[in-house]
T-cell receptor, first 112, second 114 residues
């Protein structure tokens, strides 16, 4: 089955700096890659996703890149703000089963 | 995104008992999923619940321990049976809405087993 590795496990940045979180996946059949943000005590929230027919997708301060050949994808957050502090999870799906396999999560702390 | 509710939001149970968690969605969905999130950990898929068919369980999860019902397109239940302290966790349902594959999560049920 699919295996998703995520790093770093913790990341601290100064407010206004950029943050990058990276994930690798094992199943070449995976074609959908969402990112979730989970604040303490809250449910995971879908913040951005990318499909395998696209190399990059951007939504305001958030962007995701995908390298299918290398089987890795990354989340980029620019101009970070304290409210970006949360745990971020990447995930991968092979499409047909429509199941998500999650990475281990990254605790992002934005220091004011 | 869908409006998803779960009941109960939290519970404290004695070992050996069972708890049924409900997941309600505001509109019809084909795919519903149940996840477990242990404290400080990632999300692990327990099973996929489609209306009109048996739930499909992931490796390490069995129907006797986690029976699931999916009586219609807006509702599902997960039962945690014969509980032990190791079952203490957050249980989340999710639904696939809008675009293919996009999943949205319910608020979760925080279960503590004493």
């Amino acid at each position: 089955g699919e295996n998703v590795e995520q790093h770093p496990s913790t990341l601290s940045v100064q407010e206004g700096d950029s943050a990058v979180i990276k994930c690798t996946y094992s199943d070449s059949a995976s074609n959908y890659f969402p990112w979730y943000k989970q604040e303490l005590g809250k449910r995971p929230q879908l913040i951005i996703d990318i499909r395998s027919n696209v190399g990059e997708k951007k939504d305001q301060r958030i962007a995701v890149t995908l390298n299918k050949t290398a089987k890795h994808f990354s989340l980029h957050i620019t101009e970070t703000q304290p409210e970006d502090s949360a745990v971020y999870f990447c995930a991968a799906s092979d499409g047909s089963a429509r199941q998500l396999t999650f990475g281990s999560g990254t605790q992002l702390t934005v220091l004011p | 995104s869908a409006v998803i509710s779960q009941k109960p939001s939290r519970d404290i149970c004695q070992r050996g008992t069972s708890l049924t968690i409900q997941c309600q969605v505001d509109s019809q969905v084909t795919m519903m999923f149940w996840y477990r999130q242990q404290p400080g950990q990632s999300l692990t898929l327990i099973a996929t619940a489609n209306q009109g068919s048996e739930a499909t369980y992931e490796s390490g999860f069995v129907i006797d321990k986690f029976p699931i019902s999916r009586p219609n397109l807006t509702f599902s239940t997960l039962t945690v049976s014969n509980m032990s302290p190791e079952d203490s966790s957050i249980y989340l349902c999710s639904v696939e809405r809008a675009s293919y594959n996009e999943q949205f999560f319910g608020p979760g049920t925080r279960l503590t087993v004493l």
